[in-house]
């Protein structure tokens, strides 16, 4: 059995910081890549950020670009989110997901968290 619990979500300001931390257990975690994606109210579910099995490739959606950091430590079995210079429009549902990449780009497996509310409100 794959599990994957969030946690680390909250209330922030416009312009803050958040790290979104994502546990695994009972799986070989360094066999998959990993990825957070995110869902806000009334919008679909999109793609935010993967990491490639090693941690040696990483890709992010243009909206966080510049802004986000993923990263994983095989080791503990962690996959991090790191948030800054959060924006109003970042509010959502933040979920971990484990999946595979390939050249044509990162596919999302069935294994995911329950999710991590994020709220970005002055």
């Known amino acids: 059995q794959v599990q994957l619990v969030e946690f680390g979500g909250g209330l922030v300001q416009p312009g803050g910081s958040l790290r979104l931390s994502c546990a695994a257990s009972?799986?070989?975690?360094?066999?998959?890549?990993m990825s957070w994606y995110r869902q806000a109210p009334g919008k679909e579910r999109e793609l935010v950020a993967f990491?490639?099995?090693?941690?040696?490739?990483?890709n992010y959606a243009d909206s966080v670009k510049g802004r986000f950091t993923i990263s994983r430590d095989n080791a503990k079995n962690m996959v991090y989110l790191q948030m800054n210079s959060l924006k109003l429009e970042d509010t959502a549902v933040h979920y971990c997901?484990?999946?595979?990449?390939?050249?044509?780009?990162?596919?999302?497996?069935?294994?995911w968290g329950k999710g991590t509310l994020v709220t970005v409100s002055s």
């Open positions: 990491i490639t099995r090693a941690g040696s490739t990483t």
């Open positions: 997901n484990a999946g595979r990449y390939r050249l044509d780009g990162y596919r999302a497996g069935d294994y």
């Open positions: 009972e799986f070989t975690f360094s066999s998959y890549a």
